[in-house]
């Protein structure tokens, strides 16, 4: 008999670590795919990526449900929409924060996200934080401040808030994730694309676009975001949601390093103080997270 999608995400440590690795690894290309194109805006880019993002999460989704698509869609309910609308805003905020500051400060703010999460969990589902952690969150929120500052002094605050609001909006859609964490969600999250492709559709001066730009949007869409939470959302099966967060964290360990190789991007001195302490933070913080044996920054 076949393998189903059920039987192949069987759980398993080993290929749960692949995925948050994989998955991780996939995201942390964005960077240098936002500089590649050559002249689409960014209104253009956010219609094509998030077409190239729904039809990526659809496909796997008719994949999953084995004839149940409609279904599965039907299934959708306010907190499906709510995760489709806030990821559809962070993918949005994850573009606009790329072209109006450098990769480094984007991918080190959003490296936040899982103390953002702990936080928004504390004051929204009432979860407990202990002291070392909120000590933790303080330290992070410092490296974020530096980091937030530089950007002010080289002209970049527009960028360094954008970046903000993506972890904002990533945290609340972590949060609602775990409100409906006993559904599959991958439907309402493919929605996230069609959100973002209909603020472009209305937003952006020109839908025309070259080959060479619409390549790279489809490839931003569907490789590097769709595979990517793709990745990150199976492998939360397979391992402690803290052990997620560690793995992943390539992504923000990475992106500075893709963009410097492939784009010649380098990072302030002031930039990379605030990303190693937030960093620093974000592997201590997910480290007494999984000694505790509780959830940090990802599917509970």
């Given at each position: 008999m076949p393998a189903t999608g059920d039987q192949i995400f069987q759980p398993s440590h080993a290929l749960g670590v692949?995925?948050?690795?994989?998955?991780?690894?996939?995201?942390?290309?964005?960077?240098?795919?936002?500089?590649?194109?050559?002249?689409?805006d960014g209104w253009t880019v956010m219609f094509y990526r998030g077409l190239a993002f729904f039809a990526t999460l659809f496909a796997i989704v008719c994949w999953r449900s084995r004839g149940r698509v409609i279904e599965r869609y039907r299934q959708i309910d306010r907190i499906g929409l709510a995760i489709a609308l806030c990821l559809g805003v962070g993918l949005i905020a994850y573009v606009f924060a790329m072209l109006n500051t450098t990769v480094a400060n984007v991918t080190f703010v959003i490296g936040a996200s899982p103390l953002a999460t702990a936080l928004l969990a504390w004051l929204v589902l009432r979860e407990r934080i202990s002291l070392t952690s909120a000590a933790i969150l303080s330290i992070a929120l410092l490296g974020v401040g530096i980091m937030v500052l530089e950007g002010v002094a080289a002209g970049r605050l527009k960028g360094n808030l954008i970046a903000l609001g993506a972890v904002v909006t990533y945290a609340i859609f972590i949060i609602l994730l775990r409100k409906a964490r006993n559904f599959d969600m991958l439907a309402a999250t493919s929605l996230a694309g069609l959100v973002a492709a209909a603020f472009g559709f209305f937003l952006a001066d020109t839908l025309a676009i070259s080959t060479h730009d619409l390549i790279v949007a489809i490839v931003f869409g569907s490789v590097q975001i769709g595979l990517g939470f793709t990745f990150v959302t199976y492998a939360s099966r397979h391992i402690p949601a803290a052990e997620v967060t560690l793995l992943t964290l390539t992504e923000t360990i990475l992106g500075p390093v893709w963009a410097w190789l492939v784009v010649g991007e380098v990072p302030s001195i002031w930039t990379l103080a605030g990303g190693a302490v937030v960093l620093s933070c974000v592997a201590l913080f997910a480290i007494l997270a999984l000694r505790e044996n509780r959830p940090v920054g990802g599917t509970a």
């Open positions: 692949i995925l948050a690795l994989a998955g991780g690894t996939m995201l942390s290309f964005g960077g240098p795919i936002v500089r590649m194109f050559e002249e689409a």
